[in-house]
């Protein structure tokens, strides 16, 4: 398997975990989706629906594949979608820490672009 087909396989081994964790609670009727746009290497774990009379909407977690790279966007999780990455195989230069602004990026462990 080529490296760009194990890393768009390890995002979606990744976003179902993180969805599996996600927790129905009796006064919401929210579903959690898996975004997988595999022609543009866009990734996303979305949240949609209603509590109480509240519209649900939002991504927890938005990954992008980039010149071989996987760019975290953004990670709204309490369990850092870095850490699950690197435990399924991928090395810190291929990791793109893209909610930091580029010039912070090269004093993190991980690619700076």
């Not at 890393?7 to 964790?21: D, G, M, P, T």
């Amino acid at each position: 398997m080529d490296k760009l087909s194990r890393y768009r396989e390890i995002i979606k081994q990744v976003l179902e975990l993180y969805a599996s964790w996600s927790k129905r609670k009796p006064d919401m009727d929210v579903v959690t989706e898996i975004i997988l746009d595999v022609e543009r290497d866009h990734y996303a774990l979305l949240h949609v629906g209603w509590e109480n009379e509240c519209r649900v909407h939002y991504a927890s977690l938005h990954l992008d594949i980039i010149n071989d790279k996987i760019w975290i966007q953004y990670d709204g999780t309490n369990r850092p979608v870095a850490d699950a990455l690197l435990e399924a195989g991928v090395p810190r230069e291929d990791i793109v820490l893209a909610f930091h602004p580029p010039e912070v990026r090269q004093f993190t462990d991980f690619a700076a672009a």
